[in-house]
Each structure stands twice: as C-alpha cells, then as structure tokens.
C-alpha cells in the first residue's frame, strides 16, 4: 500500500492519529528545519521545481520532519512514488518495487521515487541489492533515518546522495505546532472548546523533546481522556500533561550516535573539570538503560589518561567505585559512580602517562635497543656471561638513588615524561628534576673518561647484583 496516497489520507480522515492529521500540506506549513527547507535553499528549489534527480537521505531524531518532507516531495513531483519501511520490508519487496520501476519507465517513460523509512535498518546485503539501481538511475533513493548514515549505510549508497541532517524541534517552535492544532478546525482541534492552562502547555512542550509528534500523541491523549467541565470545555490542567506525557523519552541507542556522542559528551566534561556538565551525561546514560560497567570502564581510562600522577587516587576511586557497583549493583549502585564521577571531574588534571606512546613510537621508527649487561638477570648465567655485572643497588645509595644506565646504549638522557607540575605531579617534578640533572652530570663524566670508569668510584655504598 502506497503510503503516499492522498485519496486514502483523505478517506482515512478523522481515523488517523491527531499526529498524522497534523502533517503539514505544504512546504510553507514546515516548522522547523529552516537551514534546508526555507524559500530559496537548494533543497527547497529542487522539491519546487521538480528538479530531484540524485537520491537523497534525510538524517534526524524522531519527529523532525523527516518523512513529512518526504510527502511534500511526493506532491509536488510527477515522478511515481513508492514507499517502503526498512523494519518491514526485504529484498523481495525490493525486487518488485524495482521492476516495476523499470516497467514504468520502458513504457511510459516516468521516474520512480523510492522511499525507504529507517534505511539504517536493511543490512549491508539489502543496501548492496539496492545501489545498481540508485546507480543507473532507475529509482531516485529517498531514505530516512535517525543514526548517523556515514556509519550505518553503505559507503556506497552514501557518495551516490546528498545527505540532509534534521536538527530537534525547539520549544518556540513546538508551541507554534501545538498553537496551530488547536486552531485548526478541519485537522486539529479547532472546532472543541480547549482550554490548556499555560503550566500544562509548558509541560508539554518541555518534555516532548524536540519530537512533534511525541507532543502530539500527548495532546491528543489529554484532549480525548478528559471529560468536558462545565459546558462543552475540555480543561488540560496540569495534572491531565503530567499523566499524559509522564516523562521525556531520552533518546538513546547502544549502537547508535547517542550512545557514542552522549559518552563524549560526558568524558570531555569530566576532563574539562566540569562537574555539573558530567553529572547531566551521566544522569542522561543511566536513564537511557546505559551499562553502567561501560561508564564505569570509560572513567578507569580517563583516570590513568586525563589525571594521572596529578592525584593518584584517581585510579584508586574509579576502581574501588567499579568494585562497589558489582558488589551494590542498580539502583543504589549509582551512589559510587557519581561519587567517581565527581572526584575525578574536580581532580587536578595531568595526560603525562601518555609518556608511554612517545616510548612505543621511538620503538617502531629505531627498533628495540639492547639491555644493558649490568641490567640483565644475573640469577641464571650471571657467573659465565657477567650479566648484572656492575648494577648498582638504589637503595644501597643516600636518597635510595644513584644515577646510572637504564636506557639502552645510544639513547642516554632521552627524555619521555614531562611531568605536569599539578597537584601530587609537582612533587614528582621537583625529585625527577633533581635526579635527572644527577643522571646528566653522570653521563657527562662518564663520556669525558676513554676508560668508561669515571663515576663509579664516587658513589658511596655497596654494589650488588641481581
């Protein structure tokens, strides 16, 4: 069944949802999305003049206005229109859209509009069977979706259509909508005695979430539960919003944007120190269904990455939080991820243990370098080979240190790790400052001594090997 039959849409009339009524008629009725569909844009010209010849996909949250712009299309163009949804619909419904499509056209020389609502939802091999005929132009691919298509359709299908993203509705723009239905007598509810108390307008308008037809749905289920007061009046107060859209549905996908752009979101708060910021990410995850072990594990990363030495116990709070959660679990189990969450957003900051990948490149471009002989495990041949001979024992030395050759051969007084100078890191700073300059003091002697004995003299204590 073509969902873009006009004469059934009428037919249907007052059987179709307030949500489904309310579909703009026209492109002068579109609210919203004014950055591709006001007079003069590129998309509105080619809808206008019937000019739509590369495919399409529409990217957006629910309710945008994804598919009401695609019936606009299907108004003004003379090309045929088929409709299919990607949950219901296959490749053999695909096949006779198809021929159909190549019959229409071999003998009465018309275009076939395909579109496709949730595209996302057909695997690669569905996408595949599609694209020959994207390609060669016998259908012009419209698709809908609400994940992001350079991840979920084919790169194909992709570099063949001009990409349109939707943005949520905003409030100003959400109380036109629902201005408009209330005042509209032939779709809306312009011919009933309405009264919507303006905290019950607001309510509803908050908690539909940039989605008209979440508002729609909720003003519809209040209008037609309520028994009218006194006279003919429908009275919306504020307790028939509340239990008419009790709360907002978050959006939220483990697979999808939400999921990767919402952890994002809250990663980059806490690395920024910005406590509230983390807890409304936080708070979003866990009411979206969120594995709080993926949050959690994403804050031990953080720990070691973004605070590092700056306060150590930064790893020792996430990791205790991530142990309590699996002792606790939901609902109280939120108590240590906030309490995590919040430590580590106000912590001093330092990514010096990034140290270890500037470790890992000198590796890859020269190759491992040898260990030292006095180094190496004098335990198992340290008698016939002299392995360990000449290692120098820290803690036989004032301070538990003495300078000596750690690196291999060649790579003396490389420098990998730059403290940050923040919180605990300061401290580490200062000694590390003093025990490098000792290092390079020892290095410049032993280099400035042909017999390479220079310095071991001078440093009081006992060797001992290992």
Same mark, same amino acid.
């Given at each position: 069944?073509?969902?873009?039959?006009?004469?059934?849409?009428?037919?249907?009339?007052?059987?179709?949802?307030?949500?489904?009524?309310?579909?703009?008629?026209?492109?002068?009725?579109?609210?919203?999305?004014?950055?591709? $569909?006001?007079?003069?844009?590129?998309?509105?010209?080619?809808?206008?003049?019937?000019?739509?010849?590369?495919?399409?996909?529409?990217?957006?949250?629910?309710?945008?206005?994804?598919?009401?712009?695609?019936?606009? &299309?299907?108004?003004?163009?003379?090309?045929?229109?088929?409709?299919?949804?990607?949950?219901?619909?296959?490749?053999?419904?695909?096949?006779?859209?198809?021929?159909?499509?190549?019959?229409?056209?071999?003998?009465?020389?018309?275009?076939?509009?395909?579109?496709?609502?949730?595209?996302?939802?057909?695997?690669?091999?569905?996408?595949?069977?599609?694209?020959?005929?994207?390609?060669?132009?016998?259908?012009?691919?419209?698709?809908?979706?609400?994940?992001?298509?350079?991840?979920?359709?084919?790169?194909?299908?992709?570099?063949?259509?001009?990409?349109?993203?939707?943005?949520?509705?905003?409030?100003?723009?959400?109380?036109? &909508?629902?201005?408009?239905?209330?005042?509209?007598?032939?779709?809306?509810?312009?011919?009933?005695?309405?009264?919507?108390?303006?905290?019950?307008?607001?309510?509803?308008?908050?908690?539909?979430?940039?989605?008209?037809?979440?508002?729609?749905?909720?003003?519809?289920?209040?209008?037609?539960?309520?028994?009218?007061?006194?006279?003919?009046?429908?009275?919306?107060?504020?307790?028939?919003?509340?239990?008419?859209?009790?709360?907002?549905?978050?959006?939220?996908?483990?697979?999808?944007?939400?999921?990767?752009?919402? $952890?994002?979101?809250?990663?980059?708060?806490?690395?920024?120190?910005?406590?509230?910021?983390?807890?409304?990410?936080?708070?979003?995850?866990?009411?979206?269904?969120?594995?709080?072990?993926?949050?959690?594990?994403?804050?031990?990363?953080?720990?070691?990455?973004?605070?590092?030495?700056?306060?150590?116990?930064?790893?020792?709070?996430?990791?205790?939080?991530?142990?309590?959660?699996?002792?606790?679990?939901?609902?109280?189990? &939120?108590?240590?991820?906030?309490?995590?969450?919040?430590?580590?957003?106000?912590?001093?900051?330092?990514?010096?243990?990034?140290?270890?990948?500037?470790?890992?490149?000198?590796?890859?471009?020269?190759?491992?370098?040898?260990?030292?002989?006095?180094?190496?495990?004098?335990?198992?041949?340290?008698?016939?080979?002299?392995?360990?001979?000449?290692?120098?024992?820290?803690?036989?030395?004032?301070?538990?240190?003495?300078?000596?050759?750690?690196?291999?051969?060649?790579?003396?007084?490389?420098?990998?790790?730059?403290?940050?100078?923040?919180?605990?890191?300061?401290?580490?700073?200062?000694?590390?400052?003093?025990?490098?300059?000792?290092?390079?003091?020892?290095?410049?002697?032993?280099?400035?001594?042909?017999?390479?004995?220079?310095?071991?003299?001078?440093?009081?204590?006992?060797?001992?090997?290992?």
């Amino acid at each position: 069944m073509d969902l873009f039959d006009h004469d059934l849409q009428q037919r249907l009339g007052s059987e179709l949802p307030l949500a489904a009524r309310m579909r703009p008629a026209s492109l002068d009725e579109v609210i919203g999305q004014e950055h591709i $569909i006001a007079p003069g844009k590129l998309l509105r010209r080619a809808i206008e003049a019937d000019r739509l010849f590369s495919s399409i996909i529409f990217f957006g949250p629910p309710g945008s206005g994804k598919t009401t712009i695609a019936r606009l &299309i299907a108004v003004h163009s003379q090309a045929h229109f088929e409709s299919l949804s990607a949950v219901l619909a296959g490749v053999v419904e695909l096949r006779r859209v198809i021929a159909e499509a190549d019959e229409r056209r071999k003998y009465y020389h018309k275009r076939t509009i395909l579109f496709v609502d949730e595209v996302h939802r057909w695997n690669k091999a569905q996408q595949d069977a599609l694209l020959p005929h994207v390609e060669n132009g016998m259908v012009t691919l419209i698709g809908a979706t609400t994940q992001n298509p350079y991840f979920e359709v084919i790169p194909a299908l992709v570099s063949r259509s001009r990409i349109f993203q939707l943005e949520p509705l905003g409030e100003q723009q959400l109380a036109t &909508i629902l201005e408009r239905t209330l005042t509209d007598k032939e779709r809306g509810y312009g011919n009933r005695e309405i009264i919507l108390d303006d905290d019950a307008r607001a309510h509803l308008i908050r908690l539909s979430g940039g989605d008209a037809r979440n508002l729609l749905n909720a003003l519809e289920l209040a209008v037609e539960t309520t028994p009218p007061a006194s006279g003919q009046a429908v009275h919306i107060t504020l307790t028939v919003a509340e239990d008419s859209i009790q709360q907002r549905a978050v959006l939220y996908g483990r697979d999808g944007d939400e999921h990767y752009d919402t $952890i994002s979101a809250f990663i980059k708060s806490v690395r920024g120190s910005d406590p509230d910021a983390a807890l409304y990410w936080l708070a979003k995850m866990l009411l979206a269904g969120e594995d709080p072990r993926f949050i959690l594990r994403r804050l031990i990363i953080l720990a070691g990455e973004d605070i590092g030495l700056a306060d150590p116990r930064g790893l020792m709070v996430a990791t205790a939080a991530a142990t309590a959660f699996d002792y606790i679990g939901l609902p109280e189990g &939120i108590y240590p991820i906030a309490e995590a969450t919040l430590y580590l957003a106000t912590a001093p900051k330092s990514n010096s243990a990034g140290a270890i990948f500037a470790a890992q490149d000198k590796i890859r471009q020269e190759g491992a370098g040898a260990v030292p002989v006095h180094l190496m495990d004098a335990n198992r041949d340290g008698r016939a080979l002299g392995h360990g001979k000449g290692y120098l024992y820290p803690h036989s030395f004032e301070g538990h240190y003495t300078p000596q050759q750690y690196l291999p051969s060649g790579l003396e007084g490389v420098v990998f790790y730059q403290p940050s100078g923040v919180g605990y890191e300061a401290e580490v700073a200062e000694r590390l400052a003093r025990w490098r300059q000792m290092m390079a003091d020892f290095i410049r002697s032993r280099d400035s001594d042909p017999t390479g004995e220079a310095g071991e003299a001078d440093h009081p204590g006992a060797p001992r090997g290992e």
